[in-house]
Nanobody, 121 residues
Framework: VQLQASGGGLVQPGGSLRLSCAAS????????IGWFRQAPGKEREGVSC????????YYADSVKGRFTISRDNAKNTVYLQMNSLKPDDTAVYYC???????????????WGQGTQVTVSS
């Protein structure tokens, strides 16, 4: 059972990135998927999550209107489209799979290894 987060990189303020979270060894269909991030010296925080069933989504206030979470069950992958990036978005981004739709990190069972996003000019 493994989650692989990818797509991070260095981008200028105002730019865009799309993160991917691919699963192997299990099917994402039955799990809520969350994206979290952790900046140096800060706690890991919830960014967005998407349900396993009806596609319901939640976003942190800091990313509403800029980030979009989506899932492609046929590809066993969840995406996080990040637009209008700001320096404050700089962090390691993690994806996680769990049984319920929540922004609480302790509710998630499986975690990916993280991908670095750096927003800087």
């Amino acid at each position: 059972v493994q989650l692989q987060a990818s797509g991070g990189g260095l981008v200028q303020p105002g730019g865009s990135l799309r993160l991917s979270c691919a699963a192997s060894g299990f099917t994402l269909d039955y799990y809520a998927i969350g994206w979290f991030r952790q900046a140096p010296g800060k706690e890991r925080e919830g960014v967005s999550c998407i349900s396993s069933s009806d596609g319901s989504t939640y976003y942190a206030d800091s990313v509403k209107g800029r980030f979009t979470i989506s899932r492609d069950n046929a590809k066993n992958t969840v995406y996080l489209q990040m637009n209008s990036l700001k320096p404050d978005d700089t962090a390691v981004y993690y994806c996680a799979a769990g049984p319920i739709l929540t922004m609480r990190k302790d509710a998630y069972t499986y975690w990916g290894q993280g991908t670095q996003v750096t927003v800087s000019s």
